[in-house]
Structure formats: structure tokens, C-alpha cells
């Protein structure tokens, strides 16, 4: 009888360390994929240059958000690991919540691993409806995450490395994921959409949409280089 509760004991505290051991490989996993794509997207920002957006206008992209995945750490690892060089087309900043990322041309999950992807063939900042999608990940503030704080009437910056671009906020609401029609044109409008998930959880069918409406642009200088 000691024997088998000394046994069932000993099973007990088999299955409390494996699953304690488990717990620690998930919430170091989550950091470590946090930590990644931070070095990835700092790493990205600082190489951009006007040599590169010109090259990566000619790239290939593709705009099919129904191709999107979550972005799991073996996503976060193979984008490392491949180290191509990204369709860089600009960059972006909100001051108001501290975000600055680079813009990427398309969505595939190599570019939303970086940055902000445009959501639309032949999109022109300070033109039409700039839109872009980005990633929720966190409360940590990666990526898109920043976004569930933006309120109304923050100031958004994009730029070209020749131009800034200047948007106010005026509209933030939760949409469904089939609601496309917010990064569509509208006749005599200039706006910017930024679209993401409303949370981080997997198969998450909300997304947060922010739009701005273009404020003016001026020259990428030593000054307005300080915005990114």
C-alpha cells in the first residue's frame, strides 16, 4: 500500500514538472518570438534607403489576405533564417502610442513578420485610401499592437525617404474581417486605413480599423527624418 502511493506520488510530481517545464517553454517562446521580430523590424528600419524602395516597387507581391497566417515562431524563424531582403517602400510612424515600422509592398507573411504591408496593388501615399494591415501580436507593442491605443486625432506619418506624408485620425472602430470595403477607394477623399486583429488569439474574426484623413506632405529632411 506505501509502496503504490509512493509510486502514484512520484507520477504526480513527474506530471507537475513536465507541465511546469511546458509552461516555461510557452512563455519564453512567446518572448522570444516578441524579441525577434523587435531586432527583425529595427534591423529593417535602418537599411532602408531611397535605392531600395526603387527596387522594391518592381517587386512581385501579392494582396490576398485569405493567405495570411498567425504568426508563429516558426514563421518568425524562417523569415531569420532566410534573410532575404525585404520589398521595403517606406516607412511609418504614430508618434502618439510609439510606433515605427516599415511599410512593405504586399501581404505575404515574410512582410507582416516586418512591418506594414500595403493591402492594395499601386497604392501612392497622399493619394486615394492608403491602406495597410499589420500584425497584432502582443500588449507588447510589436507590430500593429500599438494600434488598440491610437485615439482620435493622432497624427500618422508616412514617407517615401523623399516625402512625408501627414494623416489625422478622425475615425477607430472594430469591424468583421469581411468588411473590405474600408480600404477601397472613395471618389475626392485622401485617407489612410490601417487595419489588424483585435486581439492575438488564433482564428480571431474583429479587426481594429483606424482611419485618417491626409493632412499634407512635405520634404524628407534631416528634421522630419527625426518622425521614423
Known sequence: ?????????????????????????????EQLKVYSIEQMTNNTMKKINREQIQKAKNAKATYDFKQVKALSASTVTMTMIKGQEA???????IPSVGL???????????????GAGTMKADQEMGKGNYALAGHYMTNQGVL????????????????????????????KKIINKTDV??????????????ITC???????????????????????DEQSAKLF
Open 144 to 171: 500593429f499592437s500599438p494600434l488598440k491605443n491610437v485615439s482620435n486625432g493622432d497624427y500618422i506619418y508616412l514617407t517615401n525617404m523623399k516625402r512625408v506624408y501627414k494623416y489625422k485620425v478622425y475615425y
Open 100 to 114: 515605427k515600422l516599415p511599410v512593405l509592398k504586399g501581404l505575404d507573411n515574410y512582410n507582416l513578420s516586418l
Open 1 to 29: 500500500m506505501i509502496k503504490k502511493r509512493r509510486r502514484l506520488n512520484w507520477v504526480i510530481n513527474i506530471l507537475i514538472f513536465i507541465m511546469l517545464i511546458l509552461g516555461l517553454v510557452l512563455i519564453f517562446n
Open 181 to 194: 470595403n474600408w480600404i477601397y477607394d472613395s471618389k475626392g477623399e485622401v485617407t489612410l486605413t490601417l
Open 198 to 220: 483585435a486581439s492575438p488569439t488564433e482564428g480571431e474574426v474583429d479587426r481594429i480599423m483606424v482611419r485618417a484623413t491626409f493632412q499634407g506632405d512635405g520634404p524628407y
Open 87 to 93: 520589398p521595403t517602400i517606406g516607412k511609418m510612424s
